[in-house]
């Protein structure tokens, strides 16, 4: 025998870690008060396509209509990698109907399991359903072409009327008949004739085997719309929401506030004179007071909230990874009929906040209002600011052995900060230009110049200037970042002059 080479040379491999994916910014919700596949037991669905809404809802169900607008502009999230989530609001409260207890067994495989049970003929085991014990005896295995040969014979003692039996592809499940607090299914248990079969079978106690006991029917109370947003949120990473009902007056600041604070961008679309008006009885106008620029402001004459839904699916679009891939709504075509408006509708509706969806010389378009900020802008930078700490998340993460916390280690965690604004400077978010405001860090000159020339600056504190605290925390140095936006242009005065 030889000798092994690990007498003379040893490997150790140092794999790198998982990194955690950025937030896709493309998740998209319709939340609706339809009944139907959705409850208080299950709040979501997702969705790639309109026929499979269509196939949950019923093609003529308002779920499937807006779903089809969504689906219909072009282009929509799924094709930027999105998706749309269909959300329950528990508007008018509901019931839950009781449910029945159940024993699901372990994991088992017939290819396993089979060959065991046709070793004898006089399996048997005990199991108590809803408080009455039976008796399960003279299972012959021997005689069983299949798992489901066995399953049946099972069945045959345990009638179908005090239970079902099946075999799901991987495990055996045992559901009472019954209703409610006292459908309860226990664990096989052995009797004094025959070979004990719930080992094999995975549904005694000990075996991997789990119990569900029913519960009694429930009686839920209606949720407000804020209350159906936070339990979809928990759930589910949405970030554009939009409702198929109007969002109650009182509701809209609270929405408003809860959209700034999780990262989630809300759209919603008003009608009538009183949504124009520059008052702060008008919940439009209060937001934009307010500036809660996640909460996205429409105005339809018509009352049309499917306009919303469209805008919505335009703006979650963008391609982050790609080239001046950046966008903006102004100008943009919806899914939807446009309206017309006089031109002092058009005014107030730019001076509240309100995006409208009109024509221009017969051709549809969205006229977009800045007094709350620009959809685009709190888009981009949500995006943005995601990708940033993902990315410095996944540096550390991913590293085999450690960042040092060293000018070395805070260089990387520089240089990946600028790795990830390049990348949204070369999709269009932001873009060289002149510094406007005030405020700087580091050297001025230096500050102005990386501005001018990149778009951006990225600057980390000194180690020599941390604090002890801070470095037997083992934090880094504060890293800054100034960033330039690209913005986009809306609109233009040209000056002609003409020599006869």
Known sequence: MSASINNVINVTLLEEGRAAARDNINVCAILTSQTGV????????????????????GASSVTAAFANVFFGTSPNPVSAGGTLIVGYWNAAGETLPATSGALRGGEISQAVVLPALREKSDWSFSIEIDGTKHDVTAINGMTAATLADVIAQIQTKITSAVASVVFDGSRIVVTSKSTGANSVVGFSKAIAGGSFIGDLLAIAEGSGASQTNGSASVKISPETQLESLSKLKAQVNVKGVAFIDKILDAQVPLIASWAKANAVIVYETFTGSAALEVDPANPAWAVTLASQSNFRMLYSKAGNRKFGVSYMARTH????????????????????????????????????GLDIYTTIKDVPCVLSSGANDFVDNVYNLMAYVDAVQTDSFNLLKTTPTKVPQTYYGVDQLEDCVEKTTVGFVRAGVFNPGTWTLPDFFGDRDMFLRNIEQNGYYVLAGDLKDQSTADRQERKSPVVQVAVKNAGAVHSADIIINFNK
């Open 38 to 57: 959705l409850s208080a037991a299950e709040r979501w669905r997702s969705y790639k396509s309109a026929p499979a809404v269509e196939q949950d809802w």
């Open 317 to 352: 679009t963008v391609n982050f990874n790609g080239e001046r891939t950046a966008i903006t709504l102004h100008l943009k075509t919806m899914n939807v009929p446009a309206e017309s408006y006089e031109q002092t509708e058009i005014d107030k509706a730019k001076r509240v």
